[in-house]
Nanobody, 119 residues
Framework: QVQLVESGGGLVQPGGSLRLSCAAS????????MGWYRQAPGQQRELIAT???????NYVNSVKGRFAISRDNAKNTVYLQMNSLKPGDTAVYYC?????????????WGQGTQVTVSS
């Protein structure tokens, strides 16, 4: 079992920055990759950034150059630094952890944190 707790959301003006945190606990050693998703009202949840174990980070085109995902292994925490925020970035942001392989693959989710970009 893996538990994920997000924090750091809030209200920010266009052009501003926020840093989201995702603290993982439980069976940390089983995690193969972590990522951030977001879901705006009336839209599907979309993957925006991933940081696989031992591999390079990946981003959806809409956030490339503005968002950065990173990991602090000592704190079992993944971060999402969001810069140059736009109203279109408004959404609930979810942290995700993937464990296992093949039939044992499983995905865990955090509770989500609201990010609102508005003047």
């Amino acid at each position: 079992q893996v538990q994920l707790v997000e924090s750091g959301g809030g209200l920010v003006q266009p052009g501003g920055s926020l840093r989201l945190s995702c603290a993982a606990s439980g069976s940390i050693a089983t995690i193969n990759a972590m990522g951030w998703y977001r879901q705006a009202p009336g839209q599907q949840r979309e993957l925006i950034a991933t940081i696989p174990r031992g591999a390079s980070t990946n981003y959806v085109n809409s956030v490339k150059g503005r968002f950065a995902i990173s990991r602090d292994n000592a704190k079992n925490t993944v971060y999402l630094q969001m810069n140059s925020l736009k109203p279109g970035d408004t959404a609930v942001y979810y942290c995700n952890a993937e464990t296992g392989r093949g039939p044992s693959w499983y995905r865990y989710w955090g509770q989500g944190t609201q990010v609102t970009v508005s003047s």
